[in-house]
């Protein structure tokens, strides 16, 4: 039977077709629904870790058990989880492991745009990068056989077009492997220098006989048609090349993207008059072609930055451009935007009336940086906001100290926020940290994570008490406020940021877009008493215009959580 | 057949995922080859969204650019014209009459274009355009726009009435489904 299905559900399918029953992940766009789809499956346990590098850990241990294993996660999440990932190069595997790393060429979702291939060549692993979803399943379902062939973990590279498009999917039954015996092996798990030693010659090996292994695998594969145009590719840009190139050129299409083969990229270039590489982000391929001493065209043509498409291999080699239409007048952008009813947009109000420096983070409430609130002056990675503050109050000292906080989600304080505010509270800033507890994790779509008290599946879990935990790290002052109460809010930030000792204000309330959270009906603005003053336009909620200069809320999109309402003094807007 | 592209636009949260996967399930149903696109994260808060589906004998990318595709369905004037140039020459638009300031129009920093589907009729554009929220409301909820504009859609497209009736049951939980017949109902006949 063939089943449209999301690249990402088809990884989940070839988890389970191969019999994998441990699975591990944190959240991160375009990864998230590889695991959202595996824990539908029962046979396979399925869970959300605080971070990254634990995810990698626990599955890394379930291999070790003699469990086929996965961990998932965005590019910036390998980061997270290089460490583990380096030494498990080493150690290898007793059942087969497999990592997904989703990267996302031209940022649709993300802070940069690195290229995960670099992390499978320095870790000393193999990495295998599917075209669709067809190949997302048999790339997953091989990853594990060349996993436990070759002793090593393998990461499944997946990239936003893949991840994210549906197309065919031809399923078929679960292979059930059972446990594997444990055999306990000083020598392979503990990496100590003694032993990993002796393993690095071992690690040298697996991957001179995967590169071997390469040059037959039938995840590489050559197409032959007119030879005056070859082209070597891998993943989404082989489907780009063959939609712009078709039969007017050759291709040789890497499915095993590290280690790479030699032998039949030699033979393929021999065979045609112009050879061109087809790559997204960085010269992965192009540079080892170059290494070969075989001459490519391939950044030099296409850059180093965003995707390719079609429409750029179409230009690039055949000089094609389309035929377009325009609109003969600007179009306004249209930014993403905090939702209507959005807890974090009374928070950010305060701060951006307050004029504080604003040490931010990654979800949401990044967005809080867009116009008109403008209330951020830094966002670098998942957990930064607290120690890039603490940072930088150290070395403004006082001043600084009672004009700066840092804003950091629930989920993204449980990854890696709360080892920054330990430094914080030991060695003592006086910084301020708010909390944008909405109990959940927003960003990638609602993954419940270690604060909201339910687990992946939705069943009941122990729940992190914020408050007792910031106790606990050494932080005197934790202070609840509602942001729907900005008077409430700002005063309690404004108390804090005065304040001796670091403290905690927990900016608490769901997320408007949560099923469980009950909506007020939609507010009116009474025309009668609205002078079109805008002050209700500095908060930034997309349901509120003003047209025939009075204001208007757009009653489809208003949940009724009655900020607006306290923006204006002529008591205009109400029920 | 050679491949066909169809691009969906709207506003993040409109409901564009379940119109790609009705059209996806009709297209399915009738033997192509499918792809279909979606944006998920950061684009989804509000910000301007475009899903692709794409359906011939074989399709490669699964993604549609400049002067591409056969049919733009918008959810909201302005992304109509804002995705205008990946018409292909004789292209149809299908569009809602809605309208939702984006932010820069909201704070002023820019200006909403006057009649937007006007100025595209003019290019010489097939341009159907209807009151897809007032209709959605009719069916019982503003959420279902999405649905009529797959009514008006289903009109613009060479296949029975009955692929659409057992991909909208396929597609939609049963107990919004009279819900949405109804809406797609609607949709059908503001088309015609």
């Not at chain 1, 007048?329 to 604003?358: D, I, N, Q, T, W």
Request: aromatic share 6%.
């Amino acid at each position: 039977m063939n089943k449209l299905m999301l690249g990402n559900a088809a990884f989940a399918r070839g988890l389970y077709e191969a019999g994998c029953t441990f699975v591990s992940s944190y959240p991160g766009t375009p990864s998230t629904e590889v695991t959202e789809e595996a824990a539908k499956y029962d046979e396979m346990y399925a869970e959300w870790a605080p971070n990254e590098k634990v995810a990698m850990e626990a599955a890394l241990g379930a291999s070790i058990a003699g469990a086929r294993s996965f961990c998932g996660m965005k590019h910036v999440g390998l980061n997270v989880a290089a460490d583990p990932l380096y030494t498990a190069g080493y150690t290898g595997v007793n059942a087969g492991m497999v990592i997904c790393v989703a990267d996302d060429p031209g940022m649709h979702s993300s802070q940069n745009e690195q290229d995960s291939r670099h992390h499978a060549i320095a870790s000393k692993v193999c990495m295998v990068e599917p075209s669709d979803s067809q190949e997302c399943k048999e790339f997953t379902k091989a990853a594990f056989e060349l996993s436990e062939q070759f002793d090593t973990p393998v990461i499944v590279r997946m990239t936003t077009r893949v991840a994210h498009s549906q197309s065919l999917v031809e399923l078929s039954d679960r292979a059930d492997n059972g446990l594997k015996e444990y055999k306990k092996d000083i020598g392979k798990f503990v990496m100590m220098p003694g032993n990993a030693i002796k393993r690095h010659p071992i690690v040298e090996d697996k991957l001179a006989r995967l590169a071997e292994y390469s040059e037959t695998s039938p995840l590489n594969r050559v197409e032959y048609n007119d030879t005056k145009i070859g082209v070597i590719t891998s993943g989404i840009c082989y489907q780009y090349a063959k939609e712009a190139l078709g039969d007017k050129a050759s291709y040789l299409k890497l499915g095993i993207v590290v280690p790479m083969p030699t032998k039949i990229i030699k033979d393929f270039a021999s065979k045609v008059d112009k050879l061109y590489v087809i790559e997204e982000l960085d010269p992965i391929i192009e540079n080892h072609c170059k290494a070969l001493g075989i001459e490519v065209i391939g950044k030099e043509l296409f850059g180093m930055c965003g995707e390719i498409f079609q429409s750029g291999v179409r230009e690039k080699i055949l000089g094609e451009k389309a035929e377009v239409m325009t609109f003969d007048e600007p179009v306004p952008p249209r930014p993403p935007a905090m939702c209507a009813g959005c807890p974090h947009r009374g928070l950010f109000y305060c701060l951006s009336k307050l004029g504080v420096y604003v040490s931010g983070d990654i979800g949401c409430y990044t967005l809080g940086a867009a116009a008109p609130l403008c209330a951020m002056d830094t966002t670098i990675c998942m957990g930064a906001s607290i120690s890039a503050l603490h940072g930088y109050n150290k070395v403004r000292g006082s001043e600084s100290e009672k004009k700066s906080v840092a804003v950091i989600g629930d989920s993204t304080f449980m990854h890696s926020g709360m080892t920054g505010l330990v430094n914080v509270a030991y060695n003592a800033s006086n910084t301020v940290t708010i909390i944008l507890d909405n109990s959940i994790t927003g960003m990638t779509g609602h993954q419940q994570n270690p604060t909201t008290g339910k687990n992946l599946k939705g069943d009941p879990a122990a729940a992190v008490n914020l408050e007792e935990l910031c106790h606990a790290i050494g932080i005197k002052s934790v202070r609840v406020a509602d942001p729907y109460n900005m008077a409430e809010t700002e005063k309690i930030i404004k108390e804090e940021l005065e304040k001796d000792g670091p403290s905690v204000v927990i900016s608490r309330r769901p997320c408007a877009l949560l099923k469980y959270v009950k909506h007020n009906p939609p507010l009116k603005c009474n025309k009668e008493k609205c002078v079109g003053c805008k002050q209700c336009l500095k908060i930034g909620c997309p349901a509120i215009s003003i047209h025939n200069k009075k204001m208007e809320i757009d009653h489809t999109l208003c949940v009724g959580c009655g900020i607006c309402k306290e923006m204006c003094k002529l008591g205009a807007i109400g029920e | 057949m050679e491949t066909k592209s169809i691009m969906i636009v709207g506003v993040g949260g409109q409901g564009s995922l379940l119109a790609s996967r009705i059209i996806g399930n009709v297209l399915q149903s009738q033997g192509f080859d499918v792809k279909l696109s979606e944006v998920h994260g950061m684009s989804q808060r509000g910000g301007s969204v475009v899903t692709y589906v794409k359906y011939g004998d074989k399709v490669y990318s699964p993604v549609v650019q400049k002067g591409e595709a056969d049919i733009i369905i918008s959810f909201e004037q302005l992304e109509a014209a804002r995705y205008v140039e990946f018409l292909k020459k004789g292209g149809h638009i299908v569009t809602s009459t809605q309208s939702i300031d984006p932010m820069p129009v909201i704070t002023g920093a820019a200006v909403y274009p006057e009649d937007i589907i006007g100025k595209l009729t003019a290019k010489g554009i097939d341009v159907t355009a209807v009151d897809a929220l007032t209709l959605a409301e009719q069916a019982g909820t503003a959420k279902a726009s999405n649905v009529v504009l797959m009514g008006v859609v289903s009109k613009k497209m060479d296949f029975n009435e009955s692929v659409w009736q057992s991909a909208l049951e396929a597609c939609v939980p049963a107990k919004f489904l009279e819900l949405n017949k109804k809406a797609f109902a609607l949709g059908a006949q503001a088309a015609v």
